[in-house]
């Protein structure tokens, strides 16, 4: 008597929906009674190197006893978005004589929908049931569309998501209950030997997220940064060896997709308390965590990257300029102008830090006077070497801002090998309403070749299209910047 299996499908209409052949067993007939499964209980060790990218490498190392000469291998419990092109299957201590044939990637999964799209076109059992009596009658039924709901011939009618129970006479051979990597092998012993499954994979990936925290006096912050996995590959990988590495890797625009349903879920976040260990690799960083960690299939992880405290930083204010008002007549360029608020700080081992920080997104908080953390802006940062500056834009000054208009400007004389010549004026009046001192620093770009005719702050020139003034204002005053310049193109 044939054991069977029942499975409910939400997205199917039918209320109680089939009966299948239980996956797990042989089925005669079916390539898969014939085959060796090794799975999870069989993982000697596993390693996980995540990119930036959505991509990962696995090394999946089990230990497994074939039989000497041809064997039909079903590597079970793997990603669901492994790219079979990369797979490598070999043999750690037996390589010599061990040779692959063919491989397979099975993805096409064992669902109660997937069993009536493979059987479309053939005839299967439908169980109904009498709601009265409770009397059961087994009918045959032709299986005539699957999509959008279930189309089946009984006898000479036809009838649309019929209330029922399916039973099927056996499961096809490409649908498993699971991803499987099938692979035709030679072995040249009988003996216990460990392999190794490497292969890329989707589903996987982490990204950087960095908490600051400002002091009173905005001279000194508080790092902590985390690593954020996130794991959709469809598998679970338990006692890994974790590795991320931190760099913009090129890849060939990806020609493989794999055919899947995509399911939204909700993700659990875990917290570890742990640190990573950084080195350089090629021209990329690899960070490594310092013991072994599970990441389970639709789980977010936070991994601890690094801390470091009282990092010094610099806080500037800053009115930016364009270089458009340079070329022609303007009057008017803005009042009350918003003015930017940067904090940057270096990288440096002096400073707390001192290694490779991957990008990611930095937020910084700031406690109030009652002492709770206020939240007061985010920036994203790039990978930042050890030893550089890293520069946050948190957002605009509320009580400093500026007005500014063009006072004059008139075509000047020119000669080879300028073709035009601008002499142009402007006043920045500068206001700060705040109770303390503030220094603002207005940028202007100044396109061409540019001479500084005259200015009442002094000005420098910081680079070749730039002209940069520092300006320090009392509480609650105001001061005018009014400078000259010539332009010549």
């Not at 000479?156 to 096809?172: A, D, L, Q, T, Y």
């Amino acid at each position: 008597m044939l054991k069977l299996y029942q499975f409910a499908n939400k997205n199917l209409t039918l209320p109680v929906f089939l009966l299948v052949l239980l996956a797990s067993l042989p089925i005669p007939g079916n390539s898969q009674s014939n085959e060796q499964r090794t799975t999870l209980k069989d993982q000697a060790h596993l390693a996980v190197t995540i990119y930036n990218e959505n991509l990962a490498l696995i090394k999946d190392q089990r230990n497994v006893t074939l039989k000497k000469g041809s064997n039909q291998l079903a590597f079970r419990d793997v990603s669901a978005q492994m790219r079979p092109e990369t797979a490598i299957l070999r043999s750690l201590n037996h390589g010599k004589g061990f040779k692959i044939v063919e491989q397979n990637f099975d993805y096409d999964l064992l669902t109660p929908q997937k069993l009536l799209e493979k059987h479309l076109g053939q005839n299967v059992r439908i169980i109904k049931t009498n709601p009265a009596t409770g009397a059961e009658t087994i009918n045959k039924a032709t299986v005539l569309s699957t999509h959008q709901g279930v189309v089946l011939k009984i006898g000479n009618r036809i009838e649309s998501n019929p209330k029922g129970r399916f039973v099927f006479k056996s499961i096809p051979e490409n649908l498993r209950d699971q991803p499987t990597l099938t692979t035709q092998l030679s072995s040249p012993t009988g003996d216990p030997q460990q392999l190794e499954l490497s292969y890329l994979s989707g589903g996987l990936s982490w990204k950087a997220d960095y908490v600051a925290e400002l002091n009173g006096a905005d001279s000194a912050l508080d790092l902590l940064g985390w690593v954020t996995l996130k794991n959709e590959s469809g598998a679970h990988y338990k006692r890994a060896k974790l590795q991320l590495v931190a760099g913009d890797v090129n890849r060939v625009k990806d020609e493989y997709k794999a055919k899947r349903r995509v399911e939204k879920m909700a993700m659990a976040a875990v917290a570890e308390d742990s640190s990573m260990a950084e080195e350089s690799l090629f021209e990329y960083h690899l960070y490594s965590l310092d013991r072994p960690t599970t990441i389970s299939n639709r789980q977010t992880k936070q991994v601890s990257l690094l801390s470091a405290t009282a990092v010094p930083v610099r806080k500037e204010l800053l009115l930016q300029g364009a270089d458009y008002y340079y070329r022609n007549s303007y009057g008017d360029i803005g009042q009350k102008i918003k003015v930017g608020v940067f904090v940057e700080f270096q990288n440096h081992q002096n400073a707390g830090l001192g290694t490779p920080i991957p990008k990611g997104v930095v937020r910084v908080y700031k406690k109030d006077r009652s002492g709770n953390a206020q939240f007061i802006g985010e920036d994203r940062i790039d990978h930042t070497p050890k030893k550089e500056k890293i520069r946050l834009k948190l957002g605009d000054a509320f009580d400093v801002t500026a007005n500014k208009k063009q006072v004059d400007f008139k075509k000047r004389s020119h000669s080879a090998p300028y073709s035009y010549a601008f002499e142009s004026a402007f006043q920045i009046e500068l206001k700060n309403a705040k109770a303390e001192p503030a220094t603002i620093v207005v940028r202007e770009p100044i396109p061409g070749n540019w001479n500084m005719i005259e200015d009442t702050h002094n000005h420098r020139k910081v680079a070749a299209g730039t002209a940069e003034w520092r300006i320090k204002l009392s509480p609650e005053s105001t001061q005018r910047l009014n400078y000259r310049v010539l332009v010549r193109y």
